[in-house]
């Protein structure tokens, strides 16, 4: 089994109240004027902000400068600059945590899904941290908020096969960089209202390294990977001259229920599990109404995402980095009982989900 040794969020400094967000979103999304659409257009910005369940959200740049970014192309150059700078953070905090040495490591997997870098984050990094010139990388894109769990599972397939290395995912989205300006439509609205930046970092290490046997750290039991037919609008990027424009359908509480649920079970079931065993839930922040839909339908206590709400609430959506944020918070502020299950979770375009079984 795969051994997690270390896991690390970071935030960039720039911290604001949701009301903040929701003031500085209007000026730049929503077409001047004082019409009847324009004031309508207003009204639902208003609602979405104040319905995310997000309090607070911190941003790569200071909320004066996202009215002026420019084109796609300014705002890709700073996710590199930027992205850089919080990937590094997040990396070195991760490497030292674990006791691991830049040169150790064998393999990196980055996602991203909020801009586009060649060469990729972790080959601009490998000399600034330290990284061994032969050290084996797999940058990834397109897999959205699914990421950070499908990492981890794909981290997990590579030390099975390896099991005296050291893996390294690293997450970094900048998703206030990907905000259409001038765009009132419903997605863009909700995307403005729900998602934030940020970075994570994990270490993993296979059976047979040191850390492993010392038993710091959950281990990887298992993994599910899952595409559902016919759902592929639901979420994803429209990818034009502005850069990347949101696919967020209203359907996607509904797909949970229909789909997500049933796969957990079926999952669980084939560990001879059912939820109400799992001890630790590590579930991606989707919104308010994506986790009401994972509540009912798995039937979990009122408790079970506790730490799913109250990150969200805390820095909102983070895409790929989210569940590495969560399950940071489980291990400082949670962690359960030795020997337990533990379930990390997450849903991304495709439409999918990630099903990673942990045990503590």
Same mark, same amino acid.
């Given at each position: 089994?795969?051994?997690?040794?270390?896991?690390?969020?970071?935030?960039?400094?720039?911290?604001?109240?949701?009301?903040?967000?929701?003031?500085?979103?209007?000026?730049?999304?929503?077409?001047?004027?004082?019409?009847?659409?324009?004031?309508?257009?207003?009204?639902?910005?208003?609602?979405?902000?104040?319905?995310?369940?997000?309090?607070?959200?911190?941003?790569?740049?200071?909320?004066?400068?996202?009215?002026?970014?420019?084109?796609?192309?300014?705002?890709?150059?700073?996710?590199?600059?930027?992205?850089?700078?919080?990937?590094?953070?997040?990396?070195?905090?991760?490497?030292?945590?674990?006791?691991?040495?830049?040169?150790?490591?064998?393999?990196?997997?980055?996602?991203?899904?909020?801009?586009?870098?060649?060469?990729?984050?972790?080959?601009?990094?490998?000399?600034?941290?330290?990284?061994?010139?032969?050290?084996?990388?797999?940058?990834?894109?397109?897999?959205?908020?699914?990421?950070?769990?499908?990492?981890?599972?794909?981290?997990?397939?590579?030390?099975?096969?390896?099991?005296?290395?050291?893996?390294?995912?690293?997450?970094?989205?900048?998703?206030?960089?990907?905000?259409?300006?001038?765009?009132?439509?419903?997605?863009?609205?909700?995307?403005?209202?729900?998602?934030?930046?940020?970075?994570?970092?994990?270490?993993?290490?296979?059976?047979?390294?040191?850390?492993?046997?010392?038993?710091?750290?959950?281990?990887?039991?298992?993994?599910?990977?899952?595409?559902?037919?016919?759902?592929?609008?639901?979420?994803?990027?429209?990818?034009?001259?502005?850069?990347?424009?949101?696919?967020?359908?209203?359907?996607?509480?509904?797909?949970?229920?229909?789909?997500?649920?049933?796969?957990?079970?079926?999952?669980?079931?084939?560990?001879?599990?059912?939820?109400?065993?799992?001890?630790?839930?590590?579930?991606?922040?989707?919104?308010?109404? &994506? %986790?009401?839909? @994972?509540?009912? !339908? $798995?039937? *979990?206590?009122?408790?079970?995402?506790?730490?799913?709400?109250?990150? +969200? /609430?805390?820095?909102?959506?983070?895409?790929?980095?989210? &569940? %590495?944020?969560? @399950?940071?918070? !489980? $291990?400082? *502020?949670?962690?359960?009982?030795?020997?337990?299950?533990?379930?990390? +979770? /997450?849903?991304?375009?495709?439409?999918?989900?990630?099903? &990673? %079984?942990?045990?503590?």
């Amino acid at each position: 089994m795969t051994r997690i040794a270390a896991v690390q969020g970071v935030l960039p400094p720039h911290r604001y109240e949701q009301r903040e967000i929701a003031e500085a979103l209007a000026a730049v999304c929503l077409p001047d004027g004082t019409d009847r659409a324009t004031r309508a257009d207003r009204a639902v910005l208003d609602r979405l902000h104040r319905t995310s369940s997000v309090g607070t959200r911190h941003l790569a740049l200071p909320l004066e400068r996202y009215a002026d970014l420019g084109g796609f192309g300014r705002a890709n150059d700073l996710f590199i600059e930027e992205g850089l700078r919080l990937g590094e953070r997040a990396l070195r905090a991760a490497l030292d945590q674990a006791g691991i040495a830049p040169h150790e490591v064998d393999l990196v997997i980055t996602t991203s899904v909020t801009g586009i870098a060649a060469p990729s984050l972790e080959a601009r990094l490998a000399g600034r941290v330290g990284l061994r010139p032969d050290v084996k990388r797999v940058p990834v894109f397109g897999l959205g908020c699914v990421a950070g769990a499908a990492g981890l599972a794909r981290l997990h397939d590579y030390l099975a096969g390896h099991p005296g290395q050291v893996a390294v995912l690293l997450c970094v989205e900048l998703c206030s960089l990907t905000v259409q300006r001038g765009d009132a439509s419903p997605a863009n609205l909700v995307a403005g209202a729900l998602f934030g930046d940020g970075a994570g970092a994990l270490v993993a290490v296979g059976r047979e390294h040191r850390l492993h046997r010392e038993g710091a750290g959950p281990t990887v039991s298992a993994t599910r990977s899952r595409l559902y037919s016919g759902t592929e609008r639901a979420l994803g990027w429209d990818i034009g001259d502005t850069g990347f424009r949101i696919v967020l359908g209203a359907e996607l509480p509904e797909l949970v229920r229909l789909h997500v649920g049933e796969e957990v079970r079926s999952f669980l079931a084939e560990h001879d599990l059912k939820p109400p065993d799992v001890a630790g839930w590590v579930c991606h922040p989707g919104g308010p109404k &994506v %986790l009401d839909a @994972l509540e009912a !339908t $798995l039937g *979990l206590d009122a408790g079970a995402l506790e730490l799913t709400r109250r990150s +969200l /609430a805390q820095v909102g959506n983070l895409s790929s980095a989210s &569940v %590495l944020h969560i @399950l940071r918070d !489980t $291990l400082a *502020l949670r962690p359960p009982p030795s020997g337990t299950p533990g379930l990390m +979770l /997450a849903m991304g375009p495709g439409f999918c989900s990630e099903l &990673v %079984l942990l045990r503590w």
